[in-house]
């Protein structure tokens, strides 16, 4: 049995994380189908509905609605996708950036080492959201905005983790050998030294997803992200916040698929950690 199945089949954190993070994609992707209304179809003659259960709730709106008659569910069931396509790609964005700088800066050396480093100490200096929050107005409220915001700010990260790698990994023998062999800087850092990075990027990608989702939400939240008309969790949690003590349901729902999906991607980041650490495969 591979290492990685094994690891999975004795780890109920790791097999909840599975559960959890397949749901939450699976929903995104069959959103159109699952949804029992469009995210911004309403009726203010429904608006303002506790969950079905409840005294006023209505049959067709399990999870209530809120103060446009908007189905909370279909809802909270569309914003799966927004907050997925910015993590994902925001995390493939700020991987490729931080990895080609931390590869150059780590095996290069010099001038680019200090330039790259200056400029990542910089960026890591300003707390990520307060840079998120400067930077955001500039640019409009897109989503692809929001992708390059998360993408560029986060890159710092991977950067850094990426050059102490390749500073510990350059003078192994394999590097010295291929290198005495007249091979090129760009063919021993992409065929050499990035195959040697997989298991701590993997890694780190995983819990980068998870607290973009978080800062999509906040920035939502804030009114930073996406456009109000574009349903996403944060969205929904500003749309309720005035209304959390007499339509608490508002608020609830959306906050719990941010926690719920979060804490998946955690929980499987934990998963591929383990998996990727050679100290604990040999311990097993």
Same mark, same amino acid.
């Given at each position: 049995m591979p290492y990685g199945l094994h690891r999975l089949l004795h780890d109920p954190g790791a097999i909840?994380? $599975? !559960?959890?993070?397949? $749901?939450?994609?699976? +929903?995104?992707?069959?959103?159109?189908?699952?949804?029992?209304? /469009?995210?911004?179809?309403? *009726?203010? +003659?429904?608006?303002? #509905?506790?969950?079905?259960?409840?005294? #006023? /709730?209505l049959p067709g709106h399990l999870l209530g +609605?809120?103060?446009?008659?908007?189905?909370?569910l279909s809802r909270v069931i569309y914003c799966a996708r927004v907050s997925l396509t910015v993590a994902f790609f925001g995390v493939l964005l700020a991987s490729a950036i931080g990895v080609t700088l931390g590869l150059s800066a780590g095996y290069l050396g010099g001038r @680019?080492?200090?330039? %790259?480093? &200056?400029? %990542?100490?910089?960026?890591?200096?300003?707390?990520?959201? %307060?840079? @998120?929050? !400067? %930077?955001?107005? @500039?640019? /409009? =409220?897109?989503l692809l905005t929001v992708i390059l915001i998360f993408g560029i700010t986060d890159a710092p990260v991977f950067a850094r983790l990426v050059r102490g790698e390749v500073l510990r990994l350059r003078g192994q023998d394999y590097v010295t050998a291929v290198r005495g062999l007249g091979a090129p800087a760009w063919r021993i850092m992409l065929l050499h030294l990035l195959p040697n990075l997989v298991g701590p990027l993997v890694t780190l990608m995983t819990f980068e997803m998870s607290a973009m989702i978080f800062y999509e939400a906040g920035l939502s939240f804030l009114g930073l992200s996406v456009p109000p008309e574009v349903p996403s969790w944060g969205n929904m949690l500003a749309l309720g916040r005035s209304f959390?003590? !007499?339509?608490?349901?508002?608020?609830?729902?959306? &906050?719990?698929? !941010? *926690?719920? +999906?979060?804490? &998946? @991607?955690?929980? $499987? &980041?934990?998963?591929? #950690?383990?998996?990727?650490?050679? =100290?604990? #495969?040999?311990?097993?």
């Open positions: 909840l994380g $599975l !559960i959890l993070v397949t $749901l939450v994609v699976l +929903t995104a992707l069959f959103a159109d189908q699952l949804a029992p209304f /469009g995210p911004t179809e309403g *009726s203010l +003659t429904n608006a303002k #509905r506790p969950e079905t259960w409840q005294e #006023r /709730g +609605t809120d103060q446009l008659g908007q189905d909370i @680019v080492d200090a330039l %790259v480093s &200056g400029a %990542v100490n910089l960026l890591l200096s300003f707390p990520y959201l %307060v840079l @998120v929050i !400067i %930077v955001a107005p @500039v640019f /409009g =409220r897109l959390l003590y !007499i339509y608490p349901w508002m608020s609830i729902y959306p &906050g719990l698929a !941010i *926690s719920l +999906t979060a804490f &998946g @991607v955690n929980l $499987l &980041g934990d998963w591929v #950690r383990d998996v990727m650490d050679p =100290r604990l #495969r040999h311990a097993d």
